[in-house]
């Protein structure tokens, strides 16, 4: 599986952004594809997932209600829409794969940056 995630930036508290990751598998309908952060100084932590076949999505209660995990496959990509941004989302974001089963994310794409000001 290959992952490249892309959108990351530059916010304010309260403002939105929206990240996308491109995967390329030859058989996508058997991952899960997720979401993951790491801020300074602190482990990775899981953001939000979605199974790319019956698109059944997972979030981290600290972004409940205000992040949207989605898939478009047509494009083969899946989109983290962030709203209501907060300082504390500030971290290095990285999109990741796991077969639909396993515990662990085995494919890693390289993180996008998003950074919230106060």
């Known amino acids: 599986v290959q992952l490249q995630a892309s959108g990351g930036g530059l916010a304010q508290a309260g403002d939105s952004l929206r990240l996308s990751c491109a995967a390329s598998a030859r058989t996508l309908s058997l991952y899960v594809l997720g979401w993951l952060r790491q801020a300074p100084g602190k482990q990775r932590e899981f953001v939000a997932s979605?199974?790319?076949?019956?698109?059944?999505?997972a979030y981290a209660d600290s972004v409940k209600g205000r992040f949207t995990v989605s898939k478009d496959k047509f494009k083969n990509t899946i989109d983290l829409q962030m709203n209501s941004l907060k300082p504390e989302d500030t971290a290095l974001y990285f999109c990741a794969a796991k077969m639909r089963g396993d515990s662990e994310y085995a494919f890693w794409g390289r993180g996008t940056l998003v950074t919230v000001s106060s």
């Open positions: 979605v199974t790319w076949s019956g698109s059944l999505t």
